[in-house]
Each structure stands twice: as C-alpha cells, then as structure tokens.
C-alpha cells in the first residue's frame, strides 16, 4: 500500500518492494486504503492481516477494523527516550534527538540524566531547531541512574538509548521498551541496524512487541486424549461447580466403563 506525493510511487520504495519478494503493490494510502484491504473491492483483494505505521487516521482505521482482520498495534506518534551520563558527548545526543523530532507533530522526545549541565547544554542547541518540527521535547534532571531506570520504565519508550558507561548497565534490566540502542543512535534502527522500525508507542511497549513474524502467523492446539478416564473424572466435578452439567456429562461419557451405556 504505497502512495507519494502527486499519487506517483516513489521508485526507491519499488525497488526495495522487488528486493523484498513482493508481488503485488496498490497505490493507494489513508484510512480509505485500510477499508479496502479489509472489506476488499471489485480490484483490491481482501485480506487477513494490516500492518505498519501511518498517521493517526490510518491508525483509527486499523484499530476499528481490528475485529475484521488482524493488526500488529496501534503505531504511532512516535517517541524516544534517551537516559545519557553526564559526559556523553552532546552533539551526537542533540542530533539523535532532532532526528526523532523530523517525524513532525505528536513526536515525543525526552532527554535524562543526572547532570544538569549537560541538560542545560542541550537546551540551547536544540532551541533554535525543535519548534520548527511541531514535536514535543523535555529534558528532565533526576537525582540518580536509578532513578532514570524507573523514570524509562515507566515511560516505556518505542525508542530507548543508553547513552555512556552508567547508563548501558541499565540494558540487562529494561523489560518496557519497544528497542533499545546501548550505545548509539535510533537512526541506525530506522534504517539499517536490523531492529524492526515499527515499535509499540504511547506507553505500549508496557505489554507489546515489535512487528515481528509472529504477526502474520498463527498458532494452534491439537489435542489427543488416548485414556480421558483419569481426566474425565477431574473435571466433571469442576464442570458441575460451574453449572454446566451436560459438559460434565460429555467427558464422563468417555469413561471406558460407560462407553457401552
């Protein structure tokens, strides 16, 4: 689902369509686009599974469709937390945040660290640039590594960097976070590192995970029972518990003993 400005496909995007083994591409984009894969139309097809970003409108549509056909999240705006020591260099700091402001109105991106100096210092590099993205920055002082640990745990960002040797300790114990850069920048998951680019956002990484394989995939239970007695006779009992006599009756029924009545 590609559309580009002037309704032309962009022909880096084709050829990475190509490199990747897709075989069909509609040219089309926006919450129309999403109703149509969904329901399908006299020329899209429908079908099972809706992913990647897009604005919030795209979003809205995937999320009142998601009854209809499976989505991976709710993915977007996008936000990043950086946890940096107080001597970190700045400037590769500054830019990792100005990079994740490019992505406009609604991005979130947030700066912690226990110097003040360094914060102060970020401040004025990134007060002639930030407004003009329309994206919301704080950077917030803490009174420990600790204390910035808790701080990302709670945020739980889709991008988290560790930044200098206090904080790339805090990696072993980062259970919220949609990716985490130990070290280095979020651009390089954007593009090439490897990381996935569509990453849980607004506090999801609390309970979900990157687009991964496992949402085009399904899985099942079969279940083979050879000698139900032993099993028959535990759970009938919880079954009339519950009120439901007949499925305490469908599995005594399996009793070898009563298979002939």
Not at 67 to 79: M, V
Not at 135 to 146: I, K
Request: net charge negative; with cysteine.
């Amino acid at each position: 689902m590609l559309a580009g400005l002037g309704g032309r496909i962009n022909p880096v995007i084709l050829g990475a369509c190509v490199l990747a083994g897709a075989d069909e591409v509609y040219r089309m984009g926006g919450a129309h686009a999403i109703a149509a894969l969904a329901y399908g139309t006299e020329t899209v097809a429908a079908v099972d599974v809706i992913a990647g970003p897009g604005n919030l409108y795209v979003q809205e549509a995937k999320r009142q469709l998601s009854g209809r056909i499976g989505i991976d999240s709710f993915a977007g705006p996008s936000d990043m937390l950086v946890i940096a020591d107080g001597d970190y260099p700045r400037e590769p700091l500054a830019l990792d945040l100005i990079a994740q402001a490019e992505h406009g109105a609604g991005a979130a991106v947030v700066a912690v660290s226990t110097d003040s100096e360094l914060l102060e210092a970020l401040s004025e590099r990134l007060s002639g640039v930030l407004p003009d993205t329309e994206a919301v920055c704080r950077l917030v002082h803490v009174p420990s590594t600790e204390y910035a640990f808790e701080l990302a745990q709670a945020f739980a960002p889709e991008h988290l960097e560790l930044l200098g040797p206090l904080a790339e300790q805090l990696a072993p114990r980062i259970t919220h976070s949609g990716c985490i850069f130990v070290g280095t920048g979020t651009a390089f998951g954007d593009y090439i590192a490897g990381s996935n680019h569509t990453l849980p956002t607004s506090g999801a990484a609390r309970f979900a995970s990157a687009l991964g394989p496992q949402h085009f995939r399904r899985v099942f239970t079969e279940v083979r029972i050879p000698n139900p007695d032993a099993l028959a006779r535990a759970a009938a009992p919880i079954a009339r518990a519950e009120g439901f006599e007949f499925h305490a009756q469908s599995m005594e029924i399996r009793i070898r003993d009563n298979q002939d009545t």
